[in-house]
């Protein structure tokens, strides 16, 4: 199983860019790095899943580099909303799949 | 949208009784998981099911802790007895597809306080 380690915590404030970088060196051919999202008192929820290169949607860009062995999630103009931990995840899902997540990482945006 | 139901949202109970909770997954979705959420920690994987059989359920503690899924559809978890350091976030998910880029699905989750 790929093991993820991500910063602890991070501080920005209302409208920067935000990067939070996850490494996962032992990242397998077949895996795929999603992230997700999670507010207090609710579970997680999926923002964004790549392979390699870049992905973006409406809410993130995801920049993963040719070897693979970590991942950016990039949050463009943050906003006091996208205070929540961060969860970089690395594997398929279903089936005999196991996901497994780290401690995450607690962004904190400030006025 | 579809959602991940679980029941109930809240529980208080007392040591040593025994409790239980509910999830019924996105219709369609084989896979079932059962996570832990500790206060300030990550989500920690209790037991995964693919439709009714248990896949992994290396980190249940299976001398209080049970889950089934049945009829491969909806799966409780009970815990008897309850202990102090149960006191979590039980979260469900489910998910669709195999081997594949399918994302988890969670529902709100179930917060069990042990007094």
């Known amino acids: 199983l790929a093991k993820t380690t991500q910063p602890i915590s991070m501080d920005s404030y209302e409208g920067q860019e935000v990067n939070i970088t996850c490494s996962h060196n032992n990242i397998a051919t077949n895996d795929y790095i999603t992230w997700y999202q999670q507010f207090p008192s609710q579970g997680p929820r999926f923002i964004i899943q790549?392979?390699?290169t870049k992905v973006t949607n409406e809410v993130a860009s995801l920049f993963i580099p040719a070897d693979r062995k970590s991942s950016t999630l990039s949050l463009p103009r943050v906003s006091l909303s996208d205070t929540a931990v961060y969860y970089c995840l690395v594997g398929v899902s279903g089936g005999y799949n196991k996901l497994i997540f780290g401690a995450g990482t607690r962004l904190a945006v400030h006025p | 949208e579809a959602e991940v139901a679980q029941s109930p949202r809240y529980k208080i109970t007392e040591k040593s009784q025994a409790v239980a909770f509910w999830c019924d997954p996105i219709?369609?979705?084989?896979?079932l998981y059962w996570y832990r959420q500790i206060l300030g920690q990550g989500p920690e994987l209790l037991v995964q099911f693919q439709d009714e059989s248990v896949v992994d359920d290396s980190q249940l503690p299976k001398d209080r802790f049970s889950a089934e899924r049945l009829k491969g559809v909806d799966s409780t978890l009970k815990i008897q007895p309850a202990e102090l350091g149960d006191s979590a976030m039980y979260l469900c998910?489910?998910?669709?597809?195999?081997?594949?880029?399918?994302?988890?699905?969670f529902g709100e989750g179930s917060r069990l306080t042990v007094l």
């Open positions: 219709s369609g979705h084989a896979t």
């Open positions: 998910a489910s998910s669709s597809l195999t081997g594949s880029t399918g994302e988890l699905f």
């Open positions: 790549g392979y390699k």
